[in-house]
């Protein structure tokens, strides 16, 4: 393969999306023969990797190379053409990331005497490469912009490999969706200015209870663009200090207003002194993240739309206004286009935060595309747990419980928040460990009519649900029971009204689906 073609394939690939099967494809052509068949896609087998894959290997020898081949050959008179300057641009970035920050933790990068040092040598290699081709200096931008990206590309790969784990089609769906909510789908249009837009669109996370929401809010939060300036030789903001998490289910109407906006003293009963809010605290380069939206009050919707809209809001008890400049991340486990339907969700809001959607499978979603993945996730869970000295032990003895107990169809209706109470479980207790709740509830082997009766209650003996899923589930069984919107209403009694807002349809047709079996 001439230098050329190389040339441009290398930049196909610096600028793919790492997690997504396109990238596994620019692999194979790349590489040819050489390609070693690694599976479907980049993810983590229950613990960190040792080392890189061995593609990535043979590519950056490949990249290294090409580099020199387009040195030597500007260096004895030769002209490249303007695709070709840019494709150089881009394999400089490649090499960069890889010989100065790949091997680099989350740890060391907050570190700023090891930053500084990381810097300087960064430097050096981009002015040797930049003279070469002095145009390639200006389509890179800075060194300091670069050196910020590719930090930010190498943070973002950590959080989104850490945090997400399986190989089944949804999770590798997933992890690439992530890395698209971070870097859109064009990382050159990125880093040539879309990165200073990025905090300004919210993304939106939806999926089942228990389906790691928040951690994949906080891959994305986490992995913002933060600038590095060059001669105080820092970074504008630390990675792990730029995440806020606000549960909105746990705290009450007036504490959410608080916690969010702040208030002035005086501005209420108990508020004795200011409160700057979760909004104001946030820095400029991190992010607030709204666990369960789809509770929040009607009134403070209002006031969130605000915030979407226009950037601004007031303290409670002031008129001044103050500017948010982070980015706003939300997750629900509700439908929000039913809550709409329903008059509980202002459709405005939803529009604001729609336009970056993100959805968590469920764990029987994703065991059903790859049952590999069960033992890949209680050995990732188990690490966590005890550590990695004693993973091994902890994953064996849950997934012979797992096999036991459960089997291998168990539907996992808490999802990951009930793999995790299971293992801890066998930890504490051992493989003996009895778990009455969950086998008299979703043990396999069941009849139908038994499934049917207690399918509603999914979730419910893990404290997945929230009180209002929970009576929503409730006033679905009743209707499914009783065949009336009126009967329900007056066995539960309340309003039909309030049996027909609460209805879950999926439910719905899940028990019907039950019953005909």
């Known amino acids: 393969m001439s230098w050329r073609k190389e040339l441009k394939k ?13 990238r596994i494809e620019l692999e194979r052509e790349l590489l040819g023969r050489e390609f070693v068949a690694e599976g479907s896609a980049w993810s983590r087998r229950g613990t960190r990797a040792a080392g890189e894959r061995l593609n990535l290997e043979k590519i950056g020898v490949r990249a290294e190379t090409a580099l020199r081949q387009v040195a030597e050959y500007v260096s004895s008179g030769g ?12 394999l400089v970035a490649y090499v960069l990331l890889y010989r100065q920050i790949a091997a680099r933790t989350e740890r060391e990068l907050e570190e700023q005497k090891v930053v500084a040092g990381i810097w300087r040598s960064f430097r050096h290699d981009y002015g040797e490469m930049a003279r070469i081709l002095p145009e390639v200096a200006e389509s890179l931008a800075t060194a300091e912009h670069l ?25 590798v769906a997933l992890r690439a969706a992530v890395w698209q909510s971070i870097f859109t789908h064009d990382m050159r249009a990125y880093r040539d200015g879309l990165h200073s837009r990025m905090r300004d669109i919210p993304t939106l996370i939806t999926g089942p209870t228990g389906t790691g929401k928040e951690l994949v809010a906080r891959a994305i939060g986490q992995s913002l663009y933060i600038p590095f300036e060059g001669v105080k030789e820092r970074f504008l903001g630390s990675a792990s200090q730029c995440f806020r998490p606000v549960n909105l289910a746990a705290l009450s109407a007036t504490l959410i207003e608080s ?47 605000r915030v979407t809209q226009q950037r601004t809001y007031c303290r409670i008890g002031e008129t001044v206004e103050q500017v948010f400049s982070g980015k706003l991340i939300a997750a629900t486990n509700r439908d929000l286009p039913q809550e709409i339907q329903a008059g509980r969700f202002r459709q405005d809001l939803f529009y604001r935060l729609c336009a970056d959607q993100v959805s968590t499978p469920s764990l029987i979603e994703q065991f059903r595309q790859q049952p590999n993945d069960l033992p890949a996730l209680v050995k990732y869970i188990a690490g966590k747990q005890v550590g990695p000295e004693w993973a091994d032990r902890l994953a064996e003895q849950a997934m012979v419980w797992i096999a036991r107990e459960l089997g291998a169809e168990y539907a996992w209706p808490g999802n990951i928040r009930e793999l995790e109470q299971t293992i801890r479980g066998v930890m504490l ?43 929503g589930r409730y006033c679905t069984w009743a209707y499914f029971q ?3 919107y009126e009967r329900a209403a007056e066995r539960l009694g309340v309003d039909r009204r309030t049996v027909k807002a609460r209805i879950d349809s999926a439910l719905l047709a899940r028990l019907k689906e039950l019953d005909r079996r």
Request: charged residues 25%.
């Open 259 to 305: 916690e969010l906006f702040g208030h002035r003293r005086g501005a209420f009963t108990g508020a004795i002194s200011d409160r700057v809010g979760w909004l104001e605290a946030c820095p400029e380069y991190g992010a607030v993240f709204l666990d369960e939206i789809g509770e929040l009050d009607g009134s403070l919707q209002v006031k969130l739309l």
């Open 429 to 471: 207790r051992g493989p003996g460990l009895d778990h009455p709740v969950t086998k008299a509830l979703y043990a396999p082997g069941r009849g139908s009519a038994a499934d049917r009766d207690l399918v509603w209650l999914e979730g419910a003996a893990t404290c997945a649900l929230s009180a209002d899923e929970l009576l």
């Open 79 to 90: 002209a490249l053409e303007r695709e070709e300057r840019e494709q150089y641009g881009d």
């Open 482 to 484: 009783l065949g009336t």
């Open 147 to 171: 050196f910020a990206c590719l930090v930010q590309v190498h943070r973002a790969f950590l959080n989104i490999f850490d945090f997400i784990v399986g190989e089944s089609p949804a999770i």
């Open 10 to 22: 290398l930049a196909d690939l610096a600028f793919s999306n790492p997690f997504s099967l396109q």
